[in-house]
C-alpha cells in the first residue's frame, strides 16, 4: 500500500535495528485518512472470505480494525489486555509472550461475543513474531469459531512471524512488509 509505505518513509523512526516508531500515525497520534485507506484495503482483500467478526488487541489495533469493520460491515471486538487474576469463566483468555518486550501477558474476550461458526479477521498494527496473533487465534478456535485472515498492518518480515501464522495455515495480508530496519533506515521487502 503505496500511501502508508510513504508515511513510514517520511514520518516513522528507526529506534534501533528491531523497532519502528511510527507514533505520529499509529501507535499514539492516529491519521484517521490514512486508517480509512487501511480499511477499505482490508475490507477489500478479505471480501469475498465470509467475514462475520473482525478481533484485535488493544490499544494500536482497534483504529484500523474499526475502520475494516465498517467496510465490512461487521462487529469489531478487542481483546483486552489484562494482568493475571484470578480465572474468569466467561472469557476466553489466552498468554502472550512479547520478545520485543520481554514479558508476559493475557488477553480476554468475552465468551459472548464469539460464536461457533463466526469467520473471524484478525487485525493487528504490527507483525513482529506473531505472538499476538496466535493468541487471538487461539482465543477465536476456543470459541469454536473460524480464523478467516489476519490482516496485519505493518509486518517486520525479518522477524518470523508471518512464516508462523502461515504453517497454521492462515492467509496473511501485510500492507507494508519492511526488509530491513539496520543502519538506521527502512527498506521495504517489495
Ligand atoms: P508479536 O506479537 O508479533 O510477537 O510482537 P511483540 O510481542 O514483539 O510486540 C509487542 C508490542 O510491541 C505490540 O504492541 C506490538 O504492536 C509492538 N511492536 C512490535 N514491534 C514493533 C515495532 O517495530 N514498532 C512499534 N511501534 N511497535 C512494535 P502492544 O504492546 O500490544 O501495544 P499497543 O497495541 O498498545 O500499541
Ligand atoms: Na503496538
Ligand atoms: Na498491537
Redesign the pocket.
Known amino acids: 500500500m503505496e500511501l502508508l509505505k510513504n508515511k513510514i518513509i517520511e514520518e516513522g523512526l528507526v529506534l534501533s535495528d528491531?523497532?519502528?516508531?511510527?507514533d505520529s500515525f499509529l501507535?499514539h497520534q492516529v491519521d484517521p485518512r490514512l486508517m480509512r485507506e487501511i480499511g477499505r484495503t482490508f475490507a477489500s482483500l478479505f471480501s469475498e472470505s465470509g467475514i462475520t467478526k473482525i478481533v484485535t488487541?488493544?490499544?494500536?489495533?482497534i483504529a484500523p480494525a474499526v475502520m475494516t469493520g465498517l467496510d465490512l460491515d461487521v462487529p469489531v471486538i478487542f481483546a483486552r489486555?489484562r494482568k493475571s487474576l484470578t480465572l474468569q469463566d466467561d472469557l476466553y483468555t489466552e498468554k502472550?509472550y512479547?520478545?520485543?518486550?520481554k514479558e508476559e501477558s493475557e488477553v480476554s474476550v468475552s465468551r459472548k461475543l464469539l460464536s461457533q461458526g463466526d469467520r473471524v479477521l484478525l487485525i493487528?498494527?504490527?507483525?513482529?513474531?506473531?505472538?499476538?496473533?496466535l493468541a487471538m487465534a487461539r482465543i477465536v478456535e476456543q470459541a469454536g469459531a473460524t480464523v478467516a485472515g489476519i490482516g496485519i498492518v505493518i509486518e517486520?518480515a525479518f522477524q518470523n512471524?508471518s512464516g508462523k501464522l502461515r504453517e497454521h495455515g492462515y492467509r496473511v495480508e501485510s500492507l507494508a512488509r519492511i526488509a530491513s530496519l539496520e543502519s538506521g533506515s527502512v527498506v521495504f521487502a517489495d
Not at 528491531?18 to 511510527?22: D, Y
Not at 488487541?57 to 489495533?61: A, D, F, H, L, T
Not at 512479547?98 to 518486550?101: A, L, N, P, Q, R
Open positions: 528491531q523497532v519502528l516508531k511510527v501507535n488487541i488493544e490499544s494500536s489495533g489486555k502472550v512479547s520478545f520485543t518486550k493487528d498494527d504490527f507483525l513482529a513474531n506473531g505472538e499476538a496473533a517486520k512471524g
